[in-house]
């Protein structure tokens, strides 16, 4: 069992960064997949990037490859979403999610936060 809290998110203009931070309890596995996710009203969540647990290695969406990052601490059980140059598009609830299967796709995720706002003026 694991449980995700996101926090970070706010209220930028346009351009400039945020850190999207996610406090896991519980035990990831080696395979277990760190995703971010975001949704806007009346769409569904999108992914944005993810990290295997074990290996550090990531896999990122075209639409943010190069501005946004993602990480993982394992001695403090947390994962990160650095979000550079920010866009009024990149508004929306963020979430932090995780597949212990390895997988990427919202529909496998096994644990869900309960997201976070970030809120981009132009």
């Known amino acids: 069992q694991m449980q995700l809290v996101e926090s970070g998110g706010g209220v930028v203009p346009a351009g400039d960064s945020l850190k999207l931070s996610c406090e896991i309890t519980?035990?990831?596995?080696?395979?277990?997949?760190l995703a971010w996710f975001r949704q806007v009203p009346a769409k569904e969540r999108d992914f944005l990037a993810g990290?295997?647990?074990?290996?550090?290695?990531?896999v990122y969406a075209d639409h943010v490859k190069g501005r946004f990052t993602v990480s993982r601490d394992q001695s403090n059980k947390m994962a990160y979403l650095q979000m550079n140059s920010l866009k009024p598009e990149d508004t929306g609830l963020y979430y932090c999610?995780?597949?212990?299967?390895?997988?990427?796709?919202?529909?496998?995720?096994?644990?869900w936060g309960r997201g976070t706002l970030v809120t981009v003026s132009s």
């Open positions: 999610a995780a597949d212990r299967n390895g997988g990427f796709d919202a529909s496998g995720m096994d644990y």
């Open positions: 519980g035990r990831p596995y080696s395979s277990t997949v």
């Open positions: 990290i295997r647990w074990g290996a550090g290695t990531s």
